[in-house]
């Protein structure tokens, strides 16, 4: 029986990960120790490979599900599912995570364990796929533990050193803690409508429209319990000790696109479950994304380890993200009922632009903390004083390192500049509105700000006098980054090829109402 194309993915990844250990013995045997290397990124392959099928199916078929319900008593059945929206977020996932096991050949041949190591990142990607696959909320738990539990392991996999363990133990910590609040919502979501199953609830909860407040409780359930993992202010704190204290190429997926999952977990939820005309939670997702981008952009001008420094960028970037979801969820609820086509077009147009800024995040950060893993690879150290020039000696990365930067701080014409000036204008779309005005002037000096402080990196790395001795890094460690520094520039050359896919996604995520 062929298996179907949905599940095909996270078969192959899943599969992959049970299979390294014994290619690793295989590698032993025949004296090729690279072959579980190259076992990995053959796994990642395949993975992308049937991605791409998988979207040529959506393209001509619509969305793809596949149902479990013959064998589980749970009303609804559990479901895989996949539609515009699960597949933008699995091609990034799966994306960074091939160009990560590439990286990893050489960045990781100095540790041992290294069968671990492939089988925990097969295992991270293919949680976070099922995450986005997800079209309940038993699978999506299944799916979302799974991509918890690869990632605290992966922190810690340096146990030999007192940092890592020490953050990865944070880690778990909060990030247990945080899916233990998001279970208690999902637990009252199903006392209240007797399944786990998206549509199911939805159906269920329309008629429940009446009791508005515990429903509130369980939003905010849902919004604090993901955004630990998501890194949202106050809840973020894990964040800036995890991502120095691990291997680079677990720093490029952590904040490239495993942080990404804790936002996916919240806007899926949100808007599957609660339709944002009739729900006010757009308010409460422009005060977190405001609050995040603020606070932790004034953390990240403290800093002098350099890849702190990118950690706390990576959650100024989530306050981004998030501020873009909660103007579209905001708008929706505010003027749909006055201007129903004027207010649908501005919510897509916000949650595009969010999208959008999702992908350039997690193509600029993961190629940034690749970057610093070069840099700290040949000078064994993450001090930014001390790197000062270290880019004049390794131009390829410098220069990749550079493209990094500036996308972030949103110049134009990189990728950054387009998706940061479509959540602002979408901020600005209905200008009688004094509060999302408001909310648009802080995101706009944020914006500066931290331009300046990647400016102030930049020159660092790049432009004053080298004081340490240090060459280009291995081919399999640059060619990754300069894939990397391609898309972002071409991309920011041609935004439609990305806008297109984050418009389907984003009207995806508001499909359904």
């Known amino acids: 029986m062929d298996m179907p194309l949905v599940l095909q993915p996270i078969a192959i990844l899943l599969i992959a990960a049970a299979l390294t250990p014994l290619i690793s013995i295989l590698g032993e045997k025949i004296k090729f120790n690279k072959l579980k290397d190259l076992f990995a990124i053959l796994a990642f392959t395949s993975a992308f490979y049937a991605l791409i099928l998988l979207y040529f199916r959506i393209e001509d078929y619509g969305v793809q599900s596949f149902i479990l319900d013959n064998y589980l008593p749970i009303k609804g059945g559990v479901e895989i599912y996949a539609d515009s929206l699960s597949l933008f977020l699995s091609f990034i996932f799966c994306g960074i995570g091939l160009l990560a096991s590439i990286y990893s050949v050489k960045y990781m041949e100095i540790d041992t364990g290294l069968d671990r190591y492939y089988t925990l990142l097969l295992i991270l990607v293919a949680g976070m796929i099922g995450v986005a696959f997800s079209g309940d909320f038993f699978n999506l738990y299944v799916f979302w533990e799974m991509m918890c539990i690869a990632s605290y392991t992966l922190v810690s996999f340096r146990k030999y050193r007192w940092e890592p363990v020490e953050a990865g133990f944070k880690y778990l910590v909060m990030s247990t803690l945080g899916s233990l609040i998001a279970l208690y919502g999902i637990s009252l979501l199903y006392g209240l409508t007797g399944t786990v199953n998206f549509k199911g609830m939805r159906e269920a909860l329309i008629s429940t429209a009446g009791s508005q407040i515990p429903l509130y409780i369980i939003l905010s359930a849902i ?68 609050l995040t981008i603020t606070v932790a952009n004034f ?26 979801i909660g103007i579209g969820s905001y708008i929706l609820f ?45 000078a064994a150290t993450r001090d930014i004083l001390s790197l000062e020039g270290i880019g004049r000696k390794m131009p390829w990365t410098g220069g990749a390192f550079s493209i990094g930067l500036l996308t972030l701080a949103g110049v134009p014409p990189l990728s950054g500049f387009w998706s940061k000036l479509f959540i602002i204008l979408a901020a600005f779309s209905f200008p009688q509105n004094s509060f999302m005005k408001a909310i648009g002037v802080i995101i706009v000096l944020n914006s500066i700000f931290a331009a300046a402080y990647y400016l102030w990196l930049l020159q660092r790395i790049m432009i004053k006098t080298p004081k340490i001795k240090a060459s280009e890094a291995s081919i399999f ?8 520094a391609i898309i972002c520039v071409i991309i920011g050359l041609m935004p439609n090829l990305i806008i297109n896919l984050a418009e389907k996604a984003a009207k995806a995520m508001l499909g359904g109402w």
């Open 223 to 290: 919004i604090v319990g993901f955004g630990v993992t998501a890194s949202i202010v106050p809840f973020h704190t894990w964040l800036p000790d995890a991502h120095p204290a691990a291997p680079s190429s677990i720093s490029a997926m952590l904040s490239g696109v495993v942080i990404k999952t804790g936002v996916y977990a919240i806007a899926r939820s949100l808007f599957t479950l609660f339709n944002p005309v009739n729900f006010d939670y757009g308010l409460a997702l422009m005060i977190f994304g405001v």
């Open 299 to 324: 953390m990240a001008l403290m800093q002098r380890d350099i890849k702190r420094l990118l950690a706390y960028s990576s959650i100024v970037n989530i306050g981004y993200i998030i501020s873009g």
């Open 334 to 378: 505010k003027y749909y009922s006055i201007y129903p086509s004027t207010s649908l077009s501005a919510a897509v147009f916000a949650i595009m632009g969010a999208l959008f800024h999702l992908f350039n995040h997690a193509v600029g950060k993961g190629m940034l903390f690749l970057c610093s893993g070069c840099f700290t690879h040949e």
């Open 477 to 484: 460690m640059v060619a990754p980054i300069i894939v990397l």
